[in-house]
């Protein structure tokens, strides 16, 4: 298991440089589209769908690594309430749940990127296929899935008394 978590490390972490490194040129891409704008009056062409589509891969990046380390927002106070064991419980059965549903949403978006690659159907203003949009999404979901599966065999481990 320490294997996989060493390879689940570097993957997130990886994803995590790629996605720092998006979030800074869309930065920079901001700040000199509104120059442009502002001094000349011409604006960099595609700007939206650039920032868009960016976020999207950021999003998808990340959201594994999110949970990955923790780092997600999660409302408990409700489930503060519970002893440990009913906690531990609930958030092994709110995984399971969630490893049962995302391969009907990775073969759902694996329909829609065969149905966008074979209308080759594009963004509207720069022209960017929409096939590799939902293949980044794709790509996302099943890293989450994957560490779904490596949280589920956690939980399945028997827990060591110190």
């Known amino acids: 298991m320490k294997t996989v978590d060493k390879y689940l490390r570097i ?20 700040v000199i589209n509104a120059m442009l704008r502002a001094l000349i009056g011409i604006p960099i062409l595609g700007t939206y769908e650039i920032i868009t589509y960016s976020n999207l891969v950021v999003v998808s990046f990340l959201i ?7 780092s997600h927002v999660s409302v408990d106070f409700f489930i ?3 002893s440990k064991r ?3 419980a609930l958030l092994f059965i709110s995984e399971l749940i969630a490893f049962l549903t995302f391969p009907v949403i990775i073969w759902s978006l ?23 949009m ?5 790509l996302g979901v099943v ?5 779904l599966l490596f949280r589920i065999f956690l939980f399945l481990q028997p827990q060591q008394k110190s």
């Open 11 to 30: 993957i997130f972490n990886f994803f995590d440089l790629v996605s720092g490194y998006i979030i800074l040129a869309l930065g920079i891409m901001i």
């Open 134 to 138: 939902t293949a980044v999404i794709i």
């Open 64 to 70: 594994g690594s999110c949970l990955y380390k923790n």
């Open 143 to 147: 890293l989450l899935e994957a560490l």
């Open 110 to 132: 694996v329909k829609r990127t065969i149905s966008y690659y074979q209308a080759y159907e594009c963004t509207d203003v720069l022209g960017i296929p929409l096939f590799l």
């Open 86 to 88: 009913v906690r531990t």
């Open 80 to 82: 503060d309430k519970f």
